[in-house]
């Protein structure tokens, strides 16, 4: 049975899915892990990348840098299995619960998440710098 839309649905309130790709045709995703909830990863999406994604059950992007559509963990064995997707209220970015495969790594640098570093300042200092956080510290590139 399929919903009728009223004149008073919007995009927060419909049961229908209407990703909101921007004008280069993608959509944010951030990955977080199904366990913890921390966030493992942050990459962008296409039409093909979310629909392989939706019926794989494995994440899939769109890499920007070499123009084409990857499974993340395809060569380094670090599937990340979905186990819920959800979007945002104004369907614009995708958020992808999942599950680690292989060495539970979900960064290419071999780091747990590619959310490894702090950015840290005083106020005394105007200069930023990066520190490692303890957990997260990456090892060698995977993929």
Known sequence: MTSRKTASETIETTRSFKPAFDADGLIP???TDRHSGDVLM?????KDALAETIGSG???FWSRSRGKLWKKGEESGNLLKVVELRTDCDQ???WVRAEVQGDGVACHTGARSCFYRRIVGSDHEPAVALEFTAAHEPKAPSD
Request: charged share 5%; glycine share 0%.
């Open 92 to 94: 614009d970015v995708i």
């Open 42 to 46: 942050f990459a962008y999406m296409n």
């Open 29 to 31: 995703a951030i990955v």
């Open 58 to 60: 494995f994440a899939h």
